[in-house]
């Protein structure tokens, strides 16, 4: 006979002589399974039985194969090995085994499994409230309770699956929580990365559990959950990874109760510890105040129906947030630490970790590139890392580019769409005509940018310019001067993509959240190495007002946030505006390079005028030298839109190009710009063509 069904039949047994002590006699008459238990009772398995529990010691069993056995007397153990609380585990068993035994307790004792039946099986009737108490929360270790029901020892008990499937010795994560919690084993820690940074914060962890630390706070990003890991592998123990969010998605705080007694049942079960992330997502979003009200108390609650039970059943906990905000007042500094992970990883410690990954993968790029092109933490760099792996060899653009392409893929959600747009630059600057003063700064951009690492670091600048490294670029001039198009190019010249930042969408009219819309942009445009573009940029980047209400005042702040984020920025920045002078000056003495773009002259618009005529284009005599002297008010945006509008129309008459499909795009181009009539004499020689 198997043991839990000797502890089943047993306690079936012992319900039928409590009743007959009381005057009812054959209880089971009428109930054939459990009359079919007790039958089957034996004197072997009763004393085989006898044995396993006096011993008392899970590591005791009778032999190297009785699990079942060690794994009961575990449970026991977790209970203190008391006798009530046996009998109540014994009970809540033979009801999940055997459905009629809920059915005869009920006949007979007008209620299923209580902790009050435990006490008369015990022989105890009436036991004293502290001793109750007490019991019941020794209890929640194999049931769900109601700890707010009344009185508590009549509250309905019962064991879920996991407890049984435990016993029976299987291992898998309970159903309920499978959705939002995994499991890490120690044992597999061999499948971890090396630590390459952050390996001060893994120390610290572990000598924290090693002296008997509760609870570790891991705050900051970049590879948290990583440390986790480590911090687990190196004190032996495996960890439960509970994603909060997800947990709080829809749950009640009755259901939470009930989640919260499954959770710790698990981590007890498997000897491990919890480690807690989304907690930032759940309930600061990533932009609320650490003393915002309503978060102060979303996060006492939190900790009084989630963090201390969890505490107080000793089981080790780590848990993972943004912000290094306080989570468990309730424990003392010896008990609770907070581990407050860089914002951002020095070009030293990016080196060393790029080092590390392409050694451990044998991947054929610089390190001291990907250094200097990338400012992602530990855990972007190795999803990268890993996606590139997956795909370089079915990428032709294996390599630099895709290593570019993966980056952004990774680093990119759904509110970045919202912030800005991507644009993958191929024009160079050889494609925008410019005069050869302000080609030459351009090109100072580009090799300042490409020699940013030998000047910082070979040449050991880096230390003499904690701030203001930024490339910084103002274009100023007049619409369609070729602004735009310059910083397209810059970006083209590069090979880097370019984040054009929608200005539209960054301002927002609540207090603090166009701020939180400028670190977006700022950070994506860092971390994933592209050229950020402000065009419009005196609208963020405007002078200073004096402040006479409140909406001065933070408009203001957002400006003095621009000027400390430039100068922490470690990228390139690109900013257009029409009229130099609307940027504050603050502004300008940290932008490195100004240039400011005039109308072209006619020689750089006869330049534009004829690289619009391509060898490909089929067209006649085209007086380029004409349209350039006759229409001096055309920049270089107007004469491509005149080219291609003229070019639309001959192919749309079945003709070639020719002179007089220009000068009819020119017309009405003219017409559009200005609300005079249209005078014939504007065209010039040509205007026998209109």
């Known amino acids: 006979m198997r043991f839990l069904e000797t502890v089943v039949s047993l306690i079936i047994l012992r319900c039928d002589r409590y009743l007959s002590g009381i005057g009812v006699n054959d209880s089971l008459k009428g109930f054939s399974a459990l009359e079919g238990f007790v039958a089957r009772l034996d004197d072997e398995a009763v004393k085989d039985w006898a044995k396993v529990t006096s011993d008392a010691d899970p590591e005791q069993a009778p032999s190297a194969a009785a699990d079942i056995e060690a794994r009961y007397l575990k449970l026991t153990d977790l209970m203190g090995h008391d006798d009530v609380l046996q009998s109540l585990l014994d009970l809540c068993l033979a009801v999940f085994t055997c459905p009629e035994f809920d059915a005869y307790l009920t006949k007979h004792f007008g209620y299923s499994v209580t902790l009050h039946l435990a006490y008369l099986l015990e022989g105890i009737p009436f036991p004293d409230e502290t001793d109750i108490l007490d019991r019941i929360r020794r209890a929640q270790f194999i049931c769900d309770v109601d700890m707010t029901a009344c009185p508590l020892q009549y509250v309905p008990l019962a064991i879920d699956e996991r407890i049984y499937s435990y016993l029976s010795g299987d291992d898998s994560i309970n159903p309920r929580l499978a959705d939002f919690t995994e499991l890490f084993e120690y044992s597999d820690a061999e499948d971890l990365n090396p630590p390459y940074v952050n390996t001060d914060a893994i120390q610290k962890g572990i000598a924290f559990f090693e002296g008997d630390g509760k609870v570790l706070h891991l705050s900051g990003s970049g590879g948290r959950r990583y440390i986790a890991r480590q911090i687990a592998s190196s004190i032996n123990r495996d960890f439960l990874f509970l994603n909060i969010a997800d947990l709080f998605t829809g749950t009640n705080k009755t259901a939470l109760s009930e989640l919260k007694g499954a959770l710790i049942r698990e981590a007890v079960l498997d000897d491990a ?181 030998q000047i910082l670091d070979t040449w050991k600048l880096r230390e003499n310019y904690p701030y203001g490294r930024c490339v910084s670029l103002l274009i100023s001039g007049p619409p369609g001067t070729g602004k735009t198009m310059s910083a397209n190019a810059i970006a083209g010249e590069l090979g880097l993509p370019l984040f054009q930042v929608n200005i539209a969408n960054i ?162 181009e003219l017409e559009k710009m200005t609300s005079i009539g249209f005078a014939s004499d504007t065209i010039g020689k040509y205007a026998y063509l209109v």
């Open 273 to 453: 510890g919890i480690c807690m992330y989304g907690i930032t997502k759940l309930f600061i979003g990533g932009s609320a105040q650490p003393d915002n009200g309503r978060t102060r108390r979303d996060l006492e609650m939190l900790e009084r129906l989630l963090f201390s039970p969890v505490s107080q059943a000793g089981i080790p906990l780590i848990l993972i947030s943004d912000m290094p905000v306080v989570l468990m007042r309730s424990l003392p500094e010896s008990g609770y630490r907070i581990i407050e992970l860089p914002a951002s990883l020095t070009y030293a410690e990016r080196l060393g970790m790029w080092k590390g990954f392409i050694e451990l993968h044998g991947l054929d790029i610089s390190p001291e590139d990907m250094a200097v092109r990338y400012h992602m933490n530990a855990s972007e760099t190795a999803k990268v890392i890993k996606s590139y792996l997956e795909r370089r060899d079915d990428d032709r653009a294996a390599g630099e580019e895709l290593m570019s392409r993966i980056s952004i893929e990774q680093l990119e959600d759904n509110e970045m769409r919202d912030v800005g747009r991507i644009i993958y630059p191929n024009v160079r600057l050889d494609n925008v005509k410019i005069k050869d003063d302000i080609r030459r700064i351009l090109d100072d951009v580009v090799n300042s940018v490409k020699v940013s690492a």
């Open 507 to 668: 301002v927002d009219k609540y207090i603090g959240e166009t701020e939180k819309n400028l670190e977006k942009a700022f950070s994506y445009a860092e971390k994933a190495n592209m050229v950020l573009f402000f065009d419009e940029a005196d609208s963020l980047f405007g002078t200073r007002s004096e402040v006479h209400d409140s909406k001065d005042r933070y408009a203001n702040t957002e400006i003095s946030y621009l000027l400390q984020r430039i100068e922490s920025y470690d990228g390139i920045v690109i900013m257009a505006t029409n009229i130099k002078g609307n940027i504050d000056s603050a502004f300008m003495r940290r932008i490195r390079y100004i240039v400011h773009f005039e109308n072209p002259d006619e020689e750089l618009r006869k330049q534009i005028w004829n690289d619009c005529l391509k060898d490909s284009i089929p067209h006649g005599d085209i007086d380029t030298d004409y349209l350039a002297a006759q229409f001096d008010k055309f920049t270089g945006s107007v004469i491509k839109t005149v080219f291609l509008n003229a070019c639309a129309y001959a192919a749309g008459m079945g003709d070639q190009l020719e002179m007089k499909h220009l000068i009819h795009a020119v017309k009405q």
